[in-house]
């Protein structure tokens, strides 16, 4: 079994993720794959740092840019029958690689539970939150996020691993999508946890729906065809006339402000998606 970390200039969050790995108890062969995807930092001497804590951990590096492909060649490096996915900057908590192990045990595919607070240092009036369960992404398909993704060998290989041209906002969803649509079965392991690194400037949030808005666009432009369906126009009028109207508040209230910023923006990413891959998705 194998656990893939890409990592960019992670030298400041490895550590914490290194050092959760190495608490885990497991009873199978595993090991850690952390994937150097250009760093400028110290993530390689992080990574030498915890050789002989962390079973099996090695690095390697990638020199296409993108967690994709990253995440593509670090299950290159690896001829395990599973795969589990995590990030640099997150936490497994203890018992995770057992509990993904135990879950892929019945499933093609698992995506495990998100815990939202406790690497939140900074307190904001409005963080978005994880759901306790595989969300249903535009109205299609559930889908897992890749910081706690876990998915046997001869899957990942049968659908052709992540699609290495998805940009941000997209990678997990597509493929959680062609996974699914491929004939295998995705489901949720609550028992394997993350805890999660939200962002918690305005500028990150809106960064972030920006770009998740964009690749809705890419997302319908290859997955409309297969059933995707595109948001009704009544409900696109409705969302851009409540935008215009709720901006009064927006400028004299924190919580709001939060708000509208990340629903402006993911309206603005679907605009900018639509034009970019040539289909109308707003």
């Not at 194998?2 to 959760?20: D, F, H, K, R």
């Not at 698992?110 to 595989?134: F, Q, S």
Request: with cysteine; glycine share 10%; charged share 20%.
């Amino acid at each position: 079994m194998s656990v893939v970390i890409p990592a960019l200039n992670a030298a400041g969050t490895l550590p914490a993720q290194l050092e959760a790995l190495a608490r885990q108890d497991v009873d199978v062969p595993w090991e850690v794959v952390v994937i150097d995807n250009g760093s400028t930092d110290g993530t390689l001497d992080v990574c030498r740092s915890f050789e002989g804590r962390v079973p099996g951990l090695r690095a390697i590096s990638c020199a296409r840019p993108g967690t994709s492909a990253a995440r593509n060649a670090g299950a290159a490096s690896s001829s395990s029958e599973l795969l589990l996915f995590c990030d640099a900057d997150d936490e497994v908590a203890p018992g995770w690689v057992s509990a993904m192990v135990a879950a892929l045990r019945t499933s093609d595919a698992v995506g495990g539970a998100i815990e939202n607070d406790k690497l939140t240092t900074v307190r904001t009036p409005y963080m978005p939150r994880h759901p306790d369960h595989l969300p249903v992404v535009a109205g299609f398909l559930p889908r897992a996020i890749t910081a706690n993704l876990g998915v046997r060998r001869e899957v990942f290989d049968d659908v052709g691993g992540f699609a290495a041209d998805y940009d941000y906002g997209g990678p997990d969803t597509e493929f959680c999508w062609r996974l699914q649509l491929a004939g295998h079965r995705l489901t949720y392991a609550p028992d394997a946890v993350v805890h999660y690194r939200h962002r918690h400037t305005l500028r990150s949030v809106a960064v972030k729906a920006f770009r998740t808005g964009i690749s809705r666009g890419r997302l319908y432009r290859d997955y409309g065809p297969r059933g995707m369906p595109r948001p009704r126009l009544a409900g696109v009028a409705a969302r851009w006339a409540g935008l215009l109207l709720s901006a009064p508040a927006a400028a004299v209230s924190p919580a709001r402000r939060w708000r509208w910023v990340e629903q402006a923006a993911g309206a603005a990413g679907r605009v900018r998606g639509s034009w970019r891959f040539r289909v109308l998705y707003l």
